[in-house]
């Protein structure tokens, strides 16, 4: 990995190891509340919610800003978990279908391409991620996204077409993505139709 790549994983890293800590905390603690009795009503409710909505933001996170060490890998329970918990705060739900253990690094892949998919949904919906049976391409991530949104020219630099250096940060992930796939094999492709977008790699 480059250098600037590896900074910017090294402190996605940090940021994400300093913030879960309080998190978890404070989730065991209004558990800890509900089963006394002693907080109840709507109230509990919002705040567990918003409590476990940042707990799952932030694992996904780690892993798709975060350093991947070689040969960390990652179990289809630990994906699915993520998933499932980010599920429960959003309008976008996640069709998982691999199986097995994953290279850490390949899942950094896949939820950077998450991030750029969603970005792309205003509507919502379900986004697939499917291990391709094609030379040259092991994954593909797939939902009813559309090109124009939120910018054509974020889609050009994915393609390679358009250098990311004017990004804005909350869609970091069209520039880092790209980057990774080409640093470590080099073929990421974008298949467009009237109503889905589809990321290969």
């Not at 109840?40 to 932030?58: F, H, N, T």
């Not at 959003?90 to 279908?97: A, L, V």
């Amino acid at each position: 990995m480059q250098t600037t790549h590896l900074l910017a994983s090294l402190i996605g890293s940090r940021i994400c190891h300093d913030l879960i800590s309080p998190v978890g905390a404070i989730q065991n603690g209004l558990e800890l509340l509900s089963l006394e009795g002693a907080v109840r009503g709507p109230e509990m409710m919002l705040i567990s919610d918003s409590v476990s909505a940042a707990s799952a933001k932030i694992r996904f996170m780690r892993i798709a800003f975060g350093v991947a060490g070689q040969g960390q890998k990652i179990g289809r329970s630990e994906v699915a978990g993520i998933l499932d918990d980010l599920s429960q705060s959003g309008r976008i739900t996640y069709d998982w279908t691999p199986t097995g253990d994953f290279q850490r690094c390949q899942i950094q892949e896949v939820f950077l391409a998450l991030l750029c998919i969603e970005s792309a949904m205003p509507q919502g919906g379900v986004i697939s991620v499917t291990r391709a049976d094609k030379p040259g391409c092991n994954w593909e991530v797939s939902g009813p996204a559309l090109a124009a949104r939120p910018d054509p020219a974020l889609w050009r630099v994915v393609e390679g077409r358009e250098d990311g250096a004017a990004i804005a940060p909350a869609h970091v992930q069209f520039a880092l993505l790209p980057a990774l796939v080409g640093d470590r094999h080099g073929e990421l492709d974008l298949l467009v139709s009237e109503d889905s977008l589809t990321l290969r790699f």
